[in-house]
């Protein structure tokens, strides 16, 4: 990665994202990080951020530059909001390396962003929370119809934080 490119991400992460990526890397849960951005600038402002563990994996578009240090185009196939399922598919081994994990919190600021995880067939439990950040007079409706959750407005993963521990307290009295 040419990180001399990067002098200073100006990446605004929703407030309390520190806070959840801790959380769920305590917990050892695996996150993917499957975006339509720059995978580059992405990793960078969680670099930044001191956010990014290793429980955390990237799948979007990934630069390429030449001998000489300049972006020339794109790996693979670019990722774009209307083929996030498809490109999940290319990450084959993420899926076959969490293959127990049955159970999937789904994340996303767009209708499409909802067919992620089209296709994971070993899904026992989803739960969809829905960030709608513009137009959400017009699009909340139809929001509401299709996410199991939704957080209107920028708001912060404080509420997304808070249900992961309370599942997490709850599991941990159940086991025991």
């Known amino acids: 990665m040419h990180s001399f490119y990067y002098f200073q991400c100006y990446l605004h992460y ?3 994202m520190d ?22 600038v992405i990793r960078e ?3 930044q951020q001191s ?3 290793d429980n955390i994996e990237i799948l979007s578009n990934v630069m390429i530059y030449n001998d000489d240090g300049y972006f020339i ?3 693979e196939d670019v990722i774009h909001s209307f083929n996030k399922t498809r490109a999940s598919e290319h990450n084959s081994s993420y899926f076959i ?4 994990r049955d159970n999937l919190i789904l994340m996303g600021d767009t209708e499409g962003d909802l067919h992620m995880a089209d296709g994971i067939d070993y899904l026992r439990n989803k739960v969809s929370i829905g960030f709608l950040n513009v137009k959400v007079n017009e699009l909340l409706d139809s929001y509401m119809a299709q996410y199991d959750i ?3 407005g920028d708001e912060s993963m404080h509420f ?3 249900l992961l521990k309370t599942v997490f307290d709850n599991v941990s009295v159940a086991v025991s």
């Open 51 to 53: 956010t990014f563990h």
């Open 19 to 40: 806070e959840l990526m801790d959380v769920l890397e305590r917990h050892n849960i695996p996150v993917l990080i499957l975006s339509a951005g720059i995978g580059d």
């Open 45 to 47: 402002g969680f670099h």
């Open 97 to 100: 390396k969490n293959k127990e």
């Open 160 to 162: 997304v934080t808070r």
């Open 73 to 75: 185009g794109f790996q």
């Open 150 to 152: 939704v957080i209107a």
């Open 14 to 16: 929703r407030d309390g």
